[in-house]
Every structure is written in C-alpha cells, then in structure tokens.
C-alpha cells in the first residue's frame, strides 16, 4: 500500500524549501528572529501576542472567563500576529517566545515584566495569578492539571498530525491520514468516556481544562477543524458534542473566540482587543450590516 515511490531518507537529512505544503513559507530547521520588529505595548497591565486559532483561542477565552467573573486586572491587549506573513519571526516576538509560537503573553502587572509562552502555561499563570478555574484541593487540582497536559500531549497528534496530512499537505497520503485519523478517535473515545460520567473533563467544575481542549476538541466536535467532522463521525461522540455544546454556548467562550481572529464571517472577527466595548463595537457593525 503506497501513494508515491517508496522514500529512501538520506544519509544527512537537508531542507528542501519547497517541501512544506501549505506553511513552507514559514517553516524552517533553525530559530532565532529573521528581522527586527519590536512589539507594540497597550494600556493594560496583560499584553496578548497572538492569533485566533485554537492554541490562542484557549488564552482568550481564559481571560474573558476571568473578566466575566469580575477580575477587573484580567483586562487585556490582544495584538494580532499573523503567523502566515512570519510576524512571529520578529525580534520582539522572540523575545517573548523564543519558540516563536503563539500565543505570547507578557505580564506588566508586578515591578519586573513576566513572559509567559505556551498556551498550558498561560493558563496556569492566569489561574494561580487570580485564583480560578483551578482547583486547590490536591486531589481536584491534580485531575485538572493531568488534563490539561493530556491536551497538550495530545493535540500534536490531532493538529501537526491529523489536520495537515488530511488538510495541508500537498498530496493526500493513506498512510499517515490513517494513522493520525485513528488515534484522533481514539483521543475523542478517551473524552467520550470521561464525560459519560462527568459534567465537565476534570469532573463537575469548569476549569482550565475544559478551557484548553475545548478549542481543539469542541472544535473539532463543531465541525470546525480541517473539514474533517463527516470523515471522523465526530457526530457519534455524544458525551463530546454535549460538553461542546454547554461550553461553547457560554458568552465569554463566544467572545474569546472572536478575539485575533482572521477568518470566518467578518462579524465574529475581532481582529485586535484593546476594551470590553470593542464587543459592543462589531455587535453594531453586524446590526448595520444586517440592516
């Protein structure tokens, strides 16, 4: 069973720039800035550096959450890094993020600036930082942060893996879309069970955890992931799809994700978040738009 001749890897692996499908424009074996830009800074004590997809989503949902319960010093900037046109490769960025990665986070509330980077990190800087969506009791708090990991485990598996073979790649290949379109069901049966017995993943309280997997998993779930949700019988996860349901129908999740993003209906992107009111401004641009 093969799609193409048979590969024979080099002795020495080297960078074919052309071999990249949709992201060869970005992808490289070396990191470090390709230029200088310096990253523009807000009013709020919290600066988001990042784009709406679903590792940046988790952090923008997190701080509306917090928002939502009162957090008034959760308020935020949220600048737009279009990873496509390389913005991540900027001198400021990778100061931020040596990874180059989003989301970003620096945190301007204390004496000394604090950099945050990856999303699971973000997270907990934001739970412990203001006390919620994490638990405290040991037991509950391990639940929670087991999976929380496990999507940060997991999602490679479903993104790097599944969605750019299936959805990326310049050719189709049966092998590697079997492979990862077998353990992205086994991932969405783990969930499947878990929430067959429990409100939430980290049990009846709404956490972090939900807050990570849901943009990748109720995305997916929601059929907005890769085009892939008929391919994947996501409709067969039933405990899945009603999580899915309850969190993505909270208003704070619906805000998050409107926030840096770039596609979709042009009234659910929020290209860039400097104040609450920004909401209330594309709520009116939809009304004029509808009227």
Not at 80 to 89: A, H, S
Not at 116 to 145: Q, Y
Not at 148 to 155: D, E, I, V, Y
Not at 206 to 215: Q, R
Request: proline share 6%; hydrophobic share 40%; glycine share 10%.
């Amino acid at each position: 069973m093969s799609d193409t001749a048979e590969y024979v890897p080099a002795k020495v692996w080297t960078w074919n720039k052309a071999n990249g499908g949709r992201f060869a424009n970005i992808n490289r074996p070396i990191a470090g800035p390709t230029h200088d830009k310096e990253l523009p800074v807000g009013r709020h004590p919290l600066q988001l550096y990042s784009l709406g997809t679903p590792n940046g989503v988790k952090v923008t949902i997190m701080l509306e959450e917090l928002l939502a319960l009162g957090h008034q010093g959760a308020e935020y900037d949220a600048w737009l890094i279009r990873i496509g046109e390389g913005d991540q490769f900027g001198s400021g960025f990778v100061s931020v993020n040596p990874n180059s990665k989003i989301p970003a986070l620096m945190d301007h509330s204390g004496p000394t600036p604090i950099r945050v980077f990856e999303s699971g990190a973000i997270l907990m800087h934001l739970a412990e930082k203001f006390g919620a969506f994490l638990p405290t009791e040991t037991a509950a708090r391990a639940e929670c942060l087991s999976w929380l990991f496990w999507q940060m485990g997991s999602a490679p598996f479903l993104g790097g893996g599944f969605g750019h073979f299936y959805a990326y790649a310049p050719t189709k290949m049966e092998y590697p879309i079997d492979r990862f379109a077998m353990e992205v069901k086994r991932q969405l049966d783990v969930l499947d069970r878990r929430l067959a017995e429990n409100a939430y993943v980290a049990g009846p309280d709404y956490t972090i955890a939900d807050i990570a997997i849901f943009p990748w998993y109720g995305g997916l779930v929601k059929g907005w992931l890769y085009g892939a949700a008929e391919f994947l019988d996501v409709e067969s996860y039933k405990n899945v799809q009603r999580w899915a349901k309850a969190v993505g129908d909270r208003p704070a999740v619906q805000r998050g994700r409107m926030v840096n993003r770039v596609q979709g209906e042009l009234s659910s992107q929020l290209h860039e978040r400097h104040d609450s009111s920004d909401f209330d401004t594309k709520t009116q641009d939809k009304l004029t738009a509808s009227g």
